[in-house]
């Protein structure tokens, strides 16, 4: 038997962390490719502590919804876990083997992802995305270069892939700040995309509103200073992501049949 | 150290079917009247099956309840909001939201729906009983806190057990702390009474709200504090937070702040702690002595007898 247990930040304060966590786990669970898949977070229940004694299989992939390697990833998790080691690690205790994953937002094909999620969340055909930019917006901070460097990587691997005309990166926390490079866009027609893993304060008030674009809960669209602006929901909300999960099990060695399908209805 | 990283998580030597066992047998040998469980009714219904609803619930017809399915997974959403739309962190927390009933579960489905609605909490009532409980006490959960949450580790011993009484009684949080400061050094809490239902859930290990809470709480504790007639030792935002509270008590506001967070002087949590550090100041000063001022523009000589605006 094998399980999925994947975990998330999660929240004291609002359920909209949590959300694509139980969201992917579902559309997976769905699949029956797992036995039991379970979801674990660092400030909600169930607590990463008491998560291995919530699942009955002996082989536990471990997949952490979360965007870059770094603090949480590499140091939090598995001392929570009680792991003998950064991903990509096993650990053999309480009679299971333990297989920990990187984290979904560095998995090379999430570009792709964020190329054809781009293009339909904007309605763009192929002809005009190409005459469309596309700008991946990070957090950023400058105290760990890993969340900038996934986000630098990722809009570079989609810039080449030619599918818009421009992609460029822009940061909330550092430089260079996402309204510069909004306005340097020479494009008529933009589309955001928050590399975020959830819907939170930062992708519902404060990019919109430090750019004063539309909030989202009011339209995804805004006529900018001559500009049609689309504004995407944050990548860890995109139901591809629980392929992107599955995908990092199977990499990990869990037995994936072939033609399992996650199913698209899956979104947060 | 009490819990090796090794072991940390077997408190179900026989697994999760010793445990699901335990919990059918207890729910069958209950008959009609079925179980409370903190806060929901576990009852069998047929041979086999069961439901669960909200303990309050149990005498309302199943056709007024908002929700009813058989779908194990749907105690997920039941347990994400109170009744009044309030993110619930804590699962344990005693506002589960009532209107629903999971109706026509297998023992499995019963395991897995009840995990939702409480997780871990199945499994650690059984491993209370079956003497299995491994127990993580504070002094080593605050030790391997790192970042934002590493100073928590310098809470002094009778602070920390202030911490557990404001962050972890009944009127917040349906477990019962089985951990200690440390292996020698006991909380002594004080009795809190019947458990709510009758299952009694231990709480193996500090969670994340309690450790959010303590480092609010180390913050309140390092701040100077000023000696005030009649009230103690307090720091300047205890003072504040006396006038937050009466503020939103007298708009009719408090209760507003949410369950964590702990920066508003209104969140509960944070009003058990200074009730319980008002009512500490008050046992070390004892009781106020009789003003011996006349009142404001009163002319009669102190002491004062008969006051005529009491009368």
Known sequence: MQALIIIGHGSHLNAESSAPVYAHAAAIRATGAFHEVRECFWKEEPSMREVFDLVEADDVYVVPLFISEGYFTEEVIPRELGLDGPAPSVTRKLGKTIRYTGPVGTHPSMSRMILRRAEESAGLTDEQARRAGLIIIGHGTERNSNSAEVIYRVSREADEAGVFGHVRTGFLDQEPEVGEVLEAMEERSVVLVPFFVAEGWHTQETIPDDLGINRPAVSPVTEKDGRTVFYASPVGTFPEIARIVLERAREAGAHIPDGVAVGEAAGV | MSDAPRVRGAHAPGGIPDARRALVEWV???????????????????????????????????????????????????????????????????????????????????????????????????????????????????????????????????????????????????????????????????????????????????????????????????????????????????????????????????????????????????????????????????????????????????PCRGCPMVA
């Open chain 2, 28 to 302: 069958d040998a209950a008959g009609d009247a079925g179980r409370t469980f903190l806060q929901v009714r576990l009852l069998r219904t047929g041979d086999g099956l069961y439901e669960i609803r909200h303990a309050r619930d149990v005498h309302r017809s199943i056709l007024s309840l908002e929700t009813v399915t058989s779908d194990p997974y749907a105690a997920r959403p039941i347990a994400q909001m109170t009744n009044g739309g309030e993110h619930r962190p804590l699962k344990t927390a005693p506002n589960l939201r009532q209107g629903w009933a999971l109706v026509d579960l297998d023992a499995r489905a019963l395991w897995t729906a009840l995990d939702y609605l409480y997780p871990a909490c199945a499994l650690h009532w059984h491993a209370e009983l079956a003497g299995t409980l491994r127990v993580t006490h504070w002094r080593e959960v605050a030790a391997r806190q790192s970042g934002m949450y590493g100073a928590v580790k310098l809470l002094p011993a009778d602070v920390v057990r202030n911490t557990v009484r404001a962050c972890c009684g009944d009127a917040v949080c349906l477990r019962r702390v089985a951990w200690n400061v440390d292996a020698d050094t006991p909380l002594d809490l004080p009795s809190e009474g019947e458990t709510t239902g009758e299952a009694l859930v231990p709480c193996p290990e500090a969670c994340s709200m309690f450790v959010s809470f303590a480092r609010q709480v180390l913050v309140l504790e390092r701040a100077p504090r000023m000696e005030l007639t009649g009230l103690g030792r307090l720091g300047v935002e205890e003072i504040e937070q006396v006038r937050e509270i009466a503020t939103a008590a007298a708009a009719g506001t408090l209760g507003a702040a949410r369950e964590g967070e702990f920066g508003e002087g209104t969140n509960s949590r944070r009003m058990r702690y200074l009730a319980l550090r008002l009512a500490e100041e008050k046992a070390r000063i004892g009781d106020l002595p009789a003003p011996e001022l006349p009142c404001e523009g009163c002319p009669k000589a102190v």
